[in-house]
């Protein structure tokens, strides 16, 4: 079956270090974004991409990097982690061109803990 | 801006009771899509429904049904008779269509079903 999938699970990492997050659809899907989830704010768009060489930055783009070289993959990049970046991070991929229309299937998320 | 608020923070119900979930939205778009997804204790999001911004006939799935004002910018979701395994957070999405799909999201409303 086809699926997104994100890696690591959880990560501990500490203040400055560089950390990257993957996330992996089989879908074939044109669209990934990457969200993140802190308690009172819901889930808040870092960065998205609608193909191939395609990055875009959301809302809370501070700190975050991402490249798209295939289909499959998005890894999220954070250059020099800070504890304000702990949180839960959750990938997404929508197929097709009518953005939003589109539903968002999203990945099972990965816990980061910046120390 | 676009703006989607999910006034309950928290509900507890016991298990059989109705509970309705909040969500209000603010755009001055007239093309939007609006989502629910809910988010179990094991952390994945799960897509529930979508809705169109031209589309304001309710929609029922088994005890899940959806109401959609546009006259007072409400698409509230209610579960008739719930049960213990309808206990997560659930989240509301606004999509807008110039926007490329990009969701804005509320804060999310923690249910609790008790046995």
């Known amino acids: 079956d086809a699926e997104i999938t994100q890696s690591p699970r959880h990560k501990i990492t500490e203040t400055g270090r560089q950390v990257t997050l993957a996330c992996h659809q089989t879908w074939n899907h044109n669209n990934m974004f990457w969200y993140r989830q802190d308690l009172g704010h819901g889930l808040r768009l870092i960065h998205y991409s609608y193909g191939v060489h395609d990055t875009n930055k959301g809302e809370v783009s501070d700190g975050y990097s991402v490249s798209r070289s295939n289909t499959e993959d998005l890894p999220l990049t954070l250059e020099s982690a800070a504890s304000s970046q702990t949180s839960v991070y959750f990938c997404?991929?929508?197929?097709?061109?009518?953005?939003?229309?589109?539903?968002?299937?999203f990945g099972a998320g990965t816990r980061l803990s910046v120390l | 801006a676009q703006k989607v608020t999910q006034a309950q923070t928290e509900i507890s119900v016991v298990e059989k009771e109705d509970v309705t979930l909040d969500c209000v939205y603010e755009t001055r778009d007239t093309t939007y899509y609006l989502f629910w997804y809910k988010q179990p204790p094991s952390g994945e999001l799960v897509f529930l429904i979508r809705r169109n911004s031209f589309d304001e006939q309710n929609e029922i799935s088994g005890r899940y049904s959806w109401n959609f004002q546009k006259s007072t910018s409400s698409f509230n979701f209610t579960i008739t008779a719930s049960q213990v395994v309808d206990s997560a957070v659930y989240f509301c999405?606004?999509?807008?269509?110039?926007?490329?799909?990009?969701?804005?999201f509320g804060q999310g409303t923690e249910l609790s079903v008790k046995p």
């Open positions: 999405a606004l999509a807008l269509y110039n926007q490329g799909g990009k969701l804005i």
């Open positions: 997404a991929s929508s197929p097709g061109q009518n953005l939003a229309k589109n539903i968002q299937y």
